[in-house]
């Protein structure tokens, strides 16, 4: 039974099979939905993304790979797109079993003999160039449509750097690209997690002097060390939940890799507890600017 999973169910609500496929572009290594072809799959499960346009683009994906009468279960959280599932499904053609369990709605449907919409669910949510950022982005992408306002207050702050750095999280690379307008910086190895981020970075830093991987920044040997700097926005949610162990933990990585006088700087909301992070770490911290709600940290190993 050739069978997909998309994303990680809780697996109390899910059952999975054990030779099931993972095609999740958060998790490093997992096959792409969009390499699939029609009628390769006898089932799929799938926890469907939060984002309106990202969700519809899953789903279709998934019903174009179903072959006939193949079985789709598809979840959500309630308030994360999981009141909306059946009804997107009916778009399709589905007809959705749709139960409420544990603050989430689980459907299941068969592929229907003649979906509708597929191909215009997939237009919307693939890749494309959005004029305004002046670079290739993708629904579901952190901040794909927009300049983060985090992002924006280190551009503006950030000096010009030399030597050998890294972008931890660097989305579509619009960190990096700054950085690289500088001659005196020889090399820049960017970490982004999400597989789409990194097509769409590859495409938006086109500079020989960057290396960009798809992985967790808190994977061991993703980074080179004795670097002279890394810049960050790290992210603090993780399923759908404010974590700020995600910022920690880039901070520690930070301190790992960077040479003595090498230099952070990172971008986080205020609230957040990183400056005792920093100074547990870095030999000096300093606040460069507060702005709109976010600070920006130099920190100085």
Same mark, same amino acid.
């Given at each position: 039974?050739?069978?997909?999973?998309?994303?990680?169910p809780?697996?109390d609500l899910a059952e999975?099979?054990?030779?099931?496929v993972?095609?999740?572009?958060?998790?490093?290594?997992?096959?792409?939905?969009?390499?699939?072809s029609e009628?390769?799959? +006898?089932?799929?499960? *799938? #926890?469907?993304p939060?984002?309106?346009?990202?969700?519809?683009?899953?789903?279709?994906q998934v019903?174009?790979?179903?072959?006939? !009468?193949?079985?789709?279960?598809?979840?959500?959280?309630?308030? /994360?797109? !999981?009141t909306?599932?059946a009804?997107? $499904?009916a778009t @399709?053609?589905?007809?959705?079993?749709?139960q409420?369990?544990?603050?989430?709605r689980?459907?299941?449907?068969?592929?229907?003999?003649d979906?509708?919409?597929?191909a215009?669910?997939? +237009?919307?949510?693939?890749?494309r160039?959005?004029?305004?950022? =002046? $670079?290739c982005?993708?629904?579901?992408? @952190?901040?794909w449509?927009?300049l983060?306002?985090?992002?924006?207050?280190?551009?503006?702050?950030?000096?010009?750097?030399?030597?050998? !750095? %890294? +972008?931890f999280?660097?989305?579509?690379?619009? #960190?990096?690209?700054? *950085?690289?307008?500088?001659?005196?910086?020889?090399a820049?190895?960017?970490v982004?997690?999400?597989?789409?981020?990194?097509?769409m970075?590859?495409?938006n830093v086109?500079?020989?002097?960057?290396?960009?991987?798809?992985?967790d920044v808190?994977?061991?040997?993703? *980074?080179?060390?004795? $670097?002279? @700097?890394?810049?960050?926005?790290?992210?603090f949610?993780?399923?759908?939940?404010?974590?700020?162990?995600? !910022?920690? =933990?880039f901070?520690?990585?930070a301190?790992?890799?960077?040479?003595?006088?090498g230099t952070?700087?990172m971008?986080?909301?205020?609230?957040?507890?990183?400056e005792?992070?920093l /100074?547990e770490?870095?030999r000096?911290?300093?606040?460069?600017?507060?702005?709109?709600?976010y600070r920006?940290?130099? %920190?100085?190993r």
């Open positions: 039974m050739r069978h997909a999973v998309y994303g990680l809780p697996m999975v099979p054990g030779d099931a993972q095609y999740s572009p958060l998790i490093p290594g997992a096959a792409r939905l969009e390499d699939l009628n390769s799959l +006898d089932a799929a499960t *799938v #926890l469907a939060p984002g309106t346009i990202e969700r519809r683009y899953v789903l279709a019903l174009r790979a179903l072959g006939p !009468g193949g079985r789709m279960v598809a979840l959500a959280p309630k308030d /994360r797109g !999981g909306r599932l009804k997107e $499904l @399709f053609g589905c007809v959705a079993a749709d409420p369990r544990r603050h989430h689980i459907c299941t449907t068969e592929r229907p003999q979906p509708a919409g597929l215009e669910a997939i +237009d919307e949510g693939g890749p160039h959005v004029d305004n950022l =002046a $670079l982005t993708q629904p579901g992408i @952190f901040s449509d927009r983060d306002p985090g992002t924006a207050l280190l551009l503006a702050n950030l000096p010009v750097l030399k030597g050998r !750095g %890294a +972008d999280g660097c989305g579509l690379g619009i #960190l990096s690209r700054a *950085v690289l307008a500088s001659d005196a910086v020889t820049v190895t960017l982004e997690i999400d597989r789409r981020a990194v097509e970075a590859r495409r086109a500079d020989p002097r960057a290396t960009i991987h798809w992985a808190r994977a061991p040997d993703v *980074v080179p060390d004795l $670097l002279d @700097f890394v810049v960050t926005n790290p992210p949610h993780e399923g759908g939940a404010e974590d700020p162990s995600l !910022g920690r =933990a901070i520690a990585r301190r790992e890799v960077l040479r003595p006088g952070l700087w971008v986080a909301n205020a609230h957040l507890p990183y005792a992070a /100074r770490v870095f000096a911290v300093t606040v460069a600017v507060q702005a709109n709600g920006v940290y130099e %920190a100085r």
